[in-house]
């Protein structure tokens, strides 16, 4: 047992020698604190994993990256690695993902591989940590009244989101809530063990609820959690919000979807699994992929065959969430008229034509930014329904 915590050391001090920085558009916004990649392969196993560099208060940035390197079990995989080493077709790949947002820190790391035994399987391990004293933030302190939250959020999984899971799921157990979580830009990312809620393909399950779903619950109040994490500019629509919004759709993302129009769909069906098969809407077809991230969101392509070899990303479409106040099921036609003006043109979709795209009888508002189209499909009674990005 000593010989193997020792290994570990030993080769979290050669991982740290392999250092390549992560763009960090957040550095200035946070006070000079960023994230950067600290990376080891050994035989067929690698590791990313983040480190904090750039705070002012040193002795506080040091205890933080402990922080990292424990909660993500760091020094567990580089052990796993060594261990591996013998074993010609065995190995581990260990990634990270999140960011730092006002002084918050949310990070998740995604681990595959021979993680146990020579069994393939998949685990979710992440930390969240206020960058002002360095301590982990805890679920309680997004809401105003923690259990009334965890009974809503449950109420919600086994309502809303359990019905939508496939029948074929080795696990699929959404409650009780699961111990993970990260904080993203639009809502709460809720991370699961693999042995209570599985994909398809084996993988840990994630859950992604917007903060407009949750948003009774949520402390708002200024300097909370929340607010420090910009979740007041994604639920309220403000003379800010038009130059967020026109921003996103010049850049042919939604917030916190991993593609943009443009992209390859061959790419993004390996990288992360579709869920179903394609649907066929009028003019192309509907891709569902995987992860939690793309619950309710649809990469639209074209129709010209079957494969999809050479197919890109045309549009994006999202039937769930937020994204800079406007909020699927809650914000008005009127409301983002009032903020965007008026429509370059708007369409009246009756129950036919909305069969035929897939989508609820109702009007779209077509909106030009950049070199792309913002649509915003409402209902017959003039409430959100859908945000889509368009060539």
Request: aromatic share 6%; net charge negative.
């Given at each position: 047992m000593r010989m193997k915590r020792k290994t570990g050391r030993i080769l979290a001090v050669l991982a740290a020698l392999i250092l390549a920085t992560v763009p960090a558009a957040c550095?200035?916004?946070?006070?000079?604190?960023?994230l950067t990649d600290m990376q080891l392969e050994l035989g067929n196993s690698s590791i990313v994993y983040p480190a904090l560099t750039g705070m002012a208060d040193e002795t506080l940035q040091q205890e933080i990256n402990s922080r990292l390197l424990e909660d993500l079990d760091v020094n567990g995989y580089l052990d796993r690695m060594t261990m591996l080493l013998a074993e010609e077709n065995l190995g581990?790949?260990?990634t990270w993902a999140g960011e730092i947002r006002g002084d918050v820190l949310s990070i998740v790391m995604s681990a595959e591989g021979a993680l146990q035994n020579?069994?393939?399987t998949h685990r979710w391990t992440w930390s969240n940590i206020d960058l002002r004293d360095g301590h982990e933030i805890t679920l309680a302190e997004l809401f105003t009244d923690e259990d009334s939250a965890r009974a809503t959020l449950e109420e919600y999984l086994d309502f809303d989101v359990a019905p939508e899971l496939s029948a074929h799921l080795g696990n699929s157990e959404v409650t009780p809530l699961p111990d993970g979580f990260c904080l993203e830009q639009n809502g709460l990312r809720l991370l699961y063990p693999v042995t209570q809620l599985s994909t398809l393909?084996?993988?840990?399950?994630?859950?992604?609820i917007g903060w407009n779903e949750i948003r009774e619950e949520l402390n708002l109040e200024k300097d909370s959690i929340p607010d420090r994490i910009g979740a007041n500019g994604m639920l309220a629509l403000t003379g800010e919000s038009a130059e967020k919004i026109r921003a996103m759709t010049e850049s042919?993302?939604?917030?916190?979807?991993?593609?943009?129009?443009?992209?390859?769909v061959k790419t993004l069906t390996d990288r992360y699994r579709m869920l179903t098969d394609p649907d066929i809407y009028e003019g192309g077809r509907l891709?569902?992929?995987e992860p939690g991230c793309f619950r309710?969101?649809?990469l639209l392509t074209d129709y010209l065959s079957e494969a999809w070899d050479t197919s890109v990303v045309q549009g994006i479409r999202m039937d769930r969430g937020c994204a800079w106040g406007l909020c699927i099921g809650r914000t008005r036609q009127e409301e983002w008229r009032a903020v965007?003006?008026?429509?370059?043109?708007?369409?009246?979709?009756d129950e036919e034509t909305a069969e035929a795209k897939r989508r609820e009888a109702g009007t779209c508002d077509y909106y030009r930014f950049g070199a792309y189209q913002l649509q915003l499909y409402a209902d017959t009674d003039g409430t959100l329904t859908s945000i889509t990005l368009t060539e």
């Open positions: 550095a200035e916004e946070n006070g000079g604190a960023a581990i790949r260990v020579s069994r393939t393909t084996d993988r840990a399950g994630d859950i992604c042919g993302r939604l917030p916190d979807i991993p593609a943009a129009i443009g992209d390859s891709f569902s992929l309710g969101i649809y965007l003006g008026e429509p370059e043109y708007a369409v009246t979709l």
